[in-house]
């Protein structure tokens, strides 16, 4: 009896993997069906209105600024890692500024 016992458990467990599988295949096949909706709907929105979508924004924003970054120029250091540049040294004519008396409203 074991044997029949045996048999039957691999194929309840057979039968149950299979659900499972089939589940998890159904949530993410509506998953990249409610993405591709989300996607039409906001691309027909940018075409009416003639502005670029807000992820396209932000991205082409990060990759400008991750593209500056990676050439090696940091704000405010050099390359040799000195915290000082030749840019924050500014030379001005000093000039004296007087206050203007008061004057009272009438």
Not at 63 to 72: F, H, L, P, V
Request: overall charge positive.
């Amino acid at each position: 009896m074991t044997g029949f016992t045996d048999f039957l458990g691999r194929v309840l467990r057979g039968i149950v993997r299979l659900v499972l599988v089939a589940a998890a295949t159904v949530f993410v096949l509506s998953f990249l069906l409610a993405a591709l909706f989300a996607v039409l709907l906001v691309s027909l929105w940018s075409l009416l209105t003639g502005r670029k979508p807000a992820p396209v924004v932000l991205f082409s924003r990060m990759r400008e600024q991750s593209q500056r970054y990676t050439r090696g120029v940091w704000p405010g250091h050099s390359a040799q890692g000195d915290s000082r540049t030749t840019a924050d040294v500014v030379d001005v004519q000093a000039t004296e500024v007087r206050e203007a008396p008061l004057q009272r409203l009438r």
